[in-house]
């Protein structure tokens, strides 16, 4: 199988639409102020919040800033953005390299690409938006010393939403004190990244945020749960499912407290419920409305 970054966040999708807090989402309504609205979202992929967003009817008219600082994110997320807005009956105009156009009458959106790492982006002083969005971004960085960063990229508004938050589970078991020492392994990966990052990083957000000076608005779980239907997992959840057993195999190969030959056959067993339908897959997220 072909391990492809924008692929995976593209079956993501549909995971990430159910998981989402409606709570937390329905604040975020009922706060926004009048459009047009200035947003950034940072740590963006190829923009499918974006286009989400507009799915959902959330945002009409807006001025919408993505950054990442994967060249592949957002070569992807230029081509993929204008094919979904061209489906969904939108016109696209290209305005410069980096931006774009998609209206129709009742939206109007400029989109702006910006690759790069986000706190070289920060350093460029960009007039701060009235909502920045961090969506399964914020659990990769290091804190608490980011946050006051990054909340000075919006004058009002943060939605930061999937943040990881300690718990992963793979059902069925397959051997219960191998899949608890994996799990516990994989959580002590996300720990020890030299660029930062927490694997418990959701129930922290409530300190995080206090700290640099922001309220909590709304805050609720927003768990991935996937399974299967009738043995078929939904659209291309089972591609997601394969790429999360491949961070599995990236983090813990080569783990000096990990038996090599029992992980391998783990790996083998998991992708065989997957293609039988049987895996289960959870993981506890949080999600935040935070004003600053
Ligand atoms: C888990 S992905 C989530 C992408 C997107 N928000 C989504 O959910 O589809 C995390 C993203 O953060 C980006 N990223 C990681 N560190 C970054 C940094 N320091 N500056 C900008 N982007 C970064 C990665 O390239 C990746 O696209």
């Given at each position: 199988?072909?391990?492809?970054?924008?692929?995976?966040l593209?079956?993501?999708?549909?995971?990430d639409?159910?998981?989402?807090?409606?709570?937390?989402?329905?604040?975020?309504?009922?706060?926004?102020?009048?459009?047009?609205?200035?947003?950034?979202?940072?740590g963006?992929?190829?923009?499918?919040?974006?286009?989400?967003?507009?799915?959902?009817?959330?945002?009409?008219?807006?001025?919408?800033?993505?950054?990442d600082?994967?060249?592949?994110?957002i070569?992807?997320?230029k081509?993929w953005?204008?094919l979904w807005?061209?489906?969904s009956?939108?016109?696209?105009?290209?305005i410069?390299?980096?931006?774009?156009?998609?209206f129709?009458?009742?939206?109007?959106?400029?989109?702006?690409?910006?690759?790069?790492?986000?706190?070289?982006?920060?350093?460029?002083?960009?007039?701060?938006?009235?909502?920045?969005?961090?969506?399964?971004?914020l659990?990769l960085?290091?804190?608490?010393?980011?946050?006051?960063?990054?909340?000075?990229?919006t004058?009002?508004?943060a939605?930061?939403?999937?943040n990881?938050d300690?718990?992963t589970?793979?059902e069925?078991?397959?051997?219960?004190?191998?899949?608890?020492?994996?799990?516990?392994l994989?959580h002590e990966?996300?720990?020890?990244?030299?660029?930062?990052?927490?694997?418990?990083?959701?129930?922290?957000l409530?300190?995080?945020l206090?700290m640099a000076?922001?309220?909590?608005?709304?805050?609720g779980?927003?768990?991935?749960?996937?399974?299967?239907v009738?043995?078929k997992?939904?659209?291309?959840e089972?591609?997601f499912?394969?790429?999360?057993?491949?961070?599995?195999?990236?983090?813990?190969?080569?783990n000096?407290?990990?038996?090599?030959?029992?992980?391998a056959?783990?790996l083998?067993?998991?992708?065989?419920?997957?293609e039988?339908g049987?895996?289960?897959?959870i993981a506890?997220q949080?999600?935040?409305?935070?004003r600053v």
């Open positions: 199988m072909e391990f492809s970054f924008p692929h995976y593209l079956s993501k999708q549909s995971v639409d159910r998981a989402l807090n409606r709570t937390v989402l329905d604040s975020l309504k009922a706060n926004l102020p009048a459009a047009p609205i200035r947003i950034i979202e940072i963006a992929g190829i923009g499918t919040m974006l286009v989400r967003l507009l799915r959902w009817d959330v945002i009409t008219k807006a001025d919408y800033v993505l950054v600082e994967m060249g592949e994110n070569e992807s997320a081509e953005i204008p807005a061209g489906e009956g939108l016109t696209v105009e290209r410069a390299e980096n931006q774009l156009r998609a129709d009458r009742a939206r109007d959106v400029r989109i702006h690409f910006e690759r790069g790492d986000v706190f070289d982006f920060i350093q460029k002083k960009p007039a701060p938006a009235d909502l920045l969005i961090a969506h399964a971004f659990d960085l290091p804190m608490p010393e980011s946050m006051p960063k990054l909340l000075a990229l004058k009002d508004l939605w930061l939403t999937i990881f300690g718990v589970s793979l069925p078991a397959i051997d219960a004190a191998l899949d608890e020492q994996i799990e516990r994989y990966t996300m720990d020890a990244r030299p660029t930062g990052g927490d694997s418990r990083a959701g129930r922290h409530f300190d995080h206090r000076g922001a309220s909590v608005l709304s805050a779980a927003s768990d991935w749960v996937v399974h299967s009738d043995g997992y939904p659209a291309d089972a591609y499912l394969y790429f999360i057993l491949h961070f599995f195999e990236e983090s813990l190969t080569g000096a407290e990990l038996n090599a030959a029992d992980f056959s783990w083998n067993e998991r992708r065989a419920q997957i039988r049987e895996m289960v897959y506890h949080m999600d935040f409305l935070a």
